[in-house]
Antibody, heavy 118, light 111 residues
Framework: EDQLVESGGGVVQPGGSLRLSCVVS????????MYWVRQAPGKGLAWVSH????????TYADSVKGRFTISRDHARNTVYLQMHSLRGEDTAVYYC???????????WGQGTTVTVSS | EIFLAQSPGTLSLSPGERATLSCRAS???????LAWYQHRPGQAPRLLLY?????ATGIPDRFSGSGSGSGTDFTLTISKLEPEDFAVYYC??????????FGPGTKVEIQ
């Protein structure tokens, strides 16, 4: 079964840092683009970042550019989201997703919650 | 930049009824890069359709998608609502800048 499991969320003060991890299993990780998508409380889904299959290309939403870094480790079957300079508006459930056909995301994790609060 | 609008915001229906959800793009969606997702509270989002009308693995055939010739109007239809279909539905586009856009969602609730 194709599976994604996120971890690393928690409560952090404004200006702080966190690193989210997403461990994948059940499929050939190195073949797929990987995404991070978030959902703030009471809001809809919002794309955060993605990385291509070999890690050579990364893209970010304007709201996180310069503060977040996506990366992947094929030896560990893991994609990361390093988050710095966190703000209250970064409070959300963060989902990891696998890139699918025609720009879709076909497998999703259960999410990890990030709360930025003093 | 392509913006996605979804209507209605909330759809109140009974099990067994037909649901018709709309997604309108601010400009033509190239290459049919339009997907639909179901999101139940506390669960992972689930891909329903990709490429406008292709059902994802394991998605029942009561879910169908279509698009207009203009490439800006898209519809998700649930032919007969089952109890587990009451959820929020999002359309999503993959493009250039920004590369990924989600619509604001339509909540399908039990009447």
């Amino acid at each position: 079964e194709d599976q994604l499991v996120e971890s690393g969320g928690g409560v952090v003060q404004p200006g702080g840092s966190l690193r989210l991890s997403c461990v994948v299993s059940g499929f050939s990780f190195r073949r797929y683009w990987m995404y991070w998508v978030r959902q703030a409380p009471g809001k809809g889904l919002a794309w955060v970042s993605h990385v291509n299959s070999d890690g050579s290309s990364t893209t970010y939403a304007d709201s996180v550019k310069g503060r977040f870094t996506i990366s992947r480790d094929h030896a560990r079957n893991t994609v990361y989201l390093q988050m710095h300079s966190l703000r209250g508006e970064d409070t959300a459930v963060y989902y990891c997703a696998r890139g699918g056909e025609q720009g879709s995301m076909d497998v999703w994790g259960q999410g990890t919650t990030v709360t930025v609060s003093s | 930049e392509i913006f996605l609008a979804q209507s209605p915001g909330t759809l109140s229906l009974s099990p067994g009824e037909r649901a018709t959800l709309s997604c309108r793009a601010s400009q033509r969606v190239p290459r049919d890069y339009l997907a639909w997702y179901q999101h139940r509270p506390g669960q992972a989002p689930r891909l329903l359709l990709y490429g406008v009308s292709n059902r994802a693995t394991g998605i029942p055939d009561r879910f169908s998608g279509s698009g207009s010739g203009s490439g800006t109007d898209f519809t998700l239809t649930i032919s007969k609502l089952e109890p587990e279909d009451f959820a929020v539905y999002y359309c999503q586009h993959y493009g250039d800048t920004p590369p990924v856009t989600f619509g604001p969602g339509t909540k399908v609730e039990i009447q």
